[in-house]
């Protein structure tokens, strides 16, 4: 037998090298890869992948009565109907109410609008300014790959689109849908496309879908 390490002769019976040390069984050292190798392999390896934000589950709203109620944590926009503020905010509890920020009166709500503005046309499409109308009242602005939950109160309402003037584009109008929110119509989504168009008006459109669609709701 010899040894591993100085490839001298160990005689049987022996449980270590005479000549360097080295005890009977080691493993052969591993000898170090080249420059070139070490550089193959960083080649071959995968890179790290940047951890993917979670997307947020689409939640079927639940009826309270013929009031709407959503779990914690969602976000929504209300148009407070006393002092009239547009506001975002952030479900805390589990009653109906939905309280406004500025005067913190609460209101139920009847259902549900989801909106979803599509990162479609030019890159002039997605610094377009674009407002919510419903029922001739503006209810903010959505951006570019936004998306919105807004909760309107149970009766019917107009939506629509309007984008804010931007050189060199003069305001749009979008088609607008007529709505019945209710309690068997509590949860209706629509997504916005923006149709460039070369030197005119980009065009504004509006599209039912289903509320599945409507991502990070």
Known sequence: MNCVKCGSVIAEGNNFCMICGTPVGTSAPQAAP?????????????A??????????????????ANITLPLSRK??????????VADDIKRDQTVGFPCPSCHKAYAYGGQLL???????????????????IDGVVYGEISNR???RIMLPSGTHIIGMRSRPAWP????????????V?????????????VYRYMATNGLELAECAPQEIPDI
């Open 34 to 46: 080249a420059p070139a190798e070490q550089a193959a392999y960083q080649q071959a390896a995968p």
């Open 48 to 65: 790290p992948q940047a951890p993917e934000t979670p997307a947020i589950p689409y939640y079927q709203p639940v009826m309270d009565g």
């Open 76 to 85: 929504f926009r209300i148009r407070c109907p006393d002092c009239g503020l």
């Open 115 to 133: 909106l979803y503005r599509m990162g479609n046309g030019m890159p002039s499409c997605a610094m377009l300014p674009v407002d919510i109308i």
């Open 146 to 148: 936004e998306s919105i």
């Open 169 to 180: 584009y003069s305001p749009n109008v979008s088609n607008q849908f007529q709505i019945v």
């Open 182 to 194: 209710g309690p068997q119509s509590c949860n209706l989504a629509f997504k916005l496309s923006i």
